[in-house]
């Protein structure tokens, strides 16, 4: 059975860079064919697509966030990694990596992990 | 491009509610649409992909539709439950943001 977890420091100063893993159990995550996302939640408000890389090694953000973000595999420790750079208290916010079949563009996240929050304060 | 919902809708168990996502500056007509229902303190789960179809196990209470003549999406729960109650989120594509969300509606079973 396929699981993802979110996982992360919790606490980030203003200003330093937020890192962020998604590890994948049950499956090879260089065998999958799909692509993967990152998604975030602000407490009490929706969700904010922040990029995506596809199996094929192509990555995707978004433009309100491009400057400051980068999307790694991992294949050897069969996770997915986030950086998000000089963050502020506008990036706190609940974090998920979701996946989808490999598709077009835009498509559907099939499967959520539970998150990760993080809080960005000093 | 952004997709526009209301910021709730309530109704009462059994009947129908239905949930519009509007869009701006893009097109649900020509892309896709999603929609995720996330119930307090867990994360998205599909109920809607491709603008009409269901995924595996989510009852044919859940519909979508799009109507081309105001370019949005919509949600319909018929035969409302108290487990409906929840966040629903929809989700489409513009080729300067891959993935845009709506702001989401929370529907209030009474």
């Known amino acids: 059975q396929l699981r993802l977890h979110e996982s992360g420091p919790g606490l980030v100063q203003p200003s330093e860079t937020l890192s962020l893993t998604c590890s994948l159990s049950?499956?090879?995550?260089?065998?999958?064919?799909?692509?993967w996302g990152w998604v975030r939640q602000p407490p009490g408000k929706g969700l904010e697509w922040i990029g995506a890389?596809?199996?094929?090694?192509?990555?995707y953000y978004n433009p309100s966030l491009e400057s400051r973000v980068s999307i790694r595999l991992d294949t050897s420790k069969n996770e997915l990694s986030l950086r998000l750079r000089s963050v502020t208290a506008a990036d706190t916010a609940l974090y998920y990596c979701?996946?989808?079949?490999?598709?077009?563009?835009?498509?559907?996240?099939?499967?959520w992990g539970q998150g990760s929050l993080v809080t960005v304060s000093s | 491009f952004i997709l526009t919902q209301p910021h709730s809708v309530s109704e009462s168990p059994g009947k129908t509610v239905t949930i519009s996502c509007s869009a701006f500056?893009?097109?649900?007509?020509?892309?896709?649409v999603q929609w995720y229902q996330q119930r307090p303190g867990s994360p998205p789960t599909p109920v809607i992909f491709?603008?009409?179809?269901?995924p595996s196990g989510v009852p044919d209470r859940f519909s979508g539709s799009i109507d081309s003549s105001s370019n949005s999406a919509s949600l319909t729960i018929s035969g409302l439950t108290t487990e409906d109650e929840a966040d629903y989120y929809c989700?489409?594509?513009?080729?300067?943001?891959?993935?845009?969300f709506g702001g989401g509606t929370k529907v209030t079973v009474l």
């Open positions: 500056g893009g097109s649900v007509v020509s892309n896709f």
């Open positions: 491709n603008s009409y179809r269901r």
């Open positions: 890389l596809y199996f094929s090694g192509s990555t």
């Open positions: 049950g499956a090879y995550i260089n065998t999958m064919t799909v692509y």
């Open positions: 989700q489409s594509y513009d080729r300067s943001s891959p993935w845009v």
């Open positions: 979701p996946y989808g079949d490999g598709g077009p563009l835009g498509g559907l996240f099939d499967f």
